[in-house]
């Protein structure tokens, strides 16, 4: 009989390791991140990052075209200041959409920001362009900078057309930024 209960506790704690080892390895894949790269027409980024597509999907100033970026947005002595609208406007708009949008926090911690940029030829002042990005947000306002000015150089370098670099942005301006991070 000693040598029954020795095997029976033998069993039970292999069991018990069994189980433990299970769970382990359930937990760890239940929390693991796993990268891979997002399919088409899937946002590479969290759903946070991006405004509603619905209610900013970006919109285009008519005035800077594919024939003039050597004017406008490319020329040096061009300014976004001319036609960036007032604080006074962008404040109030920020102020509604995050009501609307039921977003937390106080207004401070948004930036007011054009999806496409006013460097990329973007409306200035077109609700649909416009959208209170999280300024606390990583990815976020900073990582999107980068990819403004790096579509930017590509538009007045000749390597990207301005509707292709508008449309990149729009649609997906972290997946610009995973793909020059490279």
Do not use: F
Request: charged letters at 25%; glycine letters at 6%.
């Amino acid at each position: 009989m000693p040598r029954k209960r020795k095997s029976n506790r033998a069993q039970a704690v292999i069991l018990l390791l069994l189980c433990i080892a299970i769970a382990t390895l359930i937990y760890v894949n239940r929390n693991r991140t796993v990268s891979r790269e997002p399919a088409p027409g899937e946002r590479a980024g969290p759903a946070s990052i991006y405004p509603d597509p619905a209610r900013t999907p970006g919109a285009a100033n008519p005035e800077i075209t594919q024939e003039n970026v050597g004017e406008t947005i490319c020329n040096p002595d061009w300014s976004t200041r001319g036609i960036r609208p007032p604080s006074s406007y962008t404040s109030r708009l920020k102020k509604r959409q995050m009501a609307e949008l039921g977003l937390p926090g106080a207004t401070s911690d948004y930036e007011e920001d054009h999806l496409i940029s006013l460097e990329l030829g973007g409306s200035p002042d077109d609700p649909r362009n416009l959208w209170p990005e999280p300024y606390g947000a990583h990815p976020g306002a900073r990582e999107k900078d980068v990819v403004e000015n790096y579509l930017h150089k590509q538009v007045c370098s000749g390597e990207m057309t301005l509707a292709d670099a508008q449309r990149a942005i729009a649609q997906d301006w972290y997946r610009v930024y995973m793909e020059i991070r490279r």
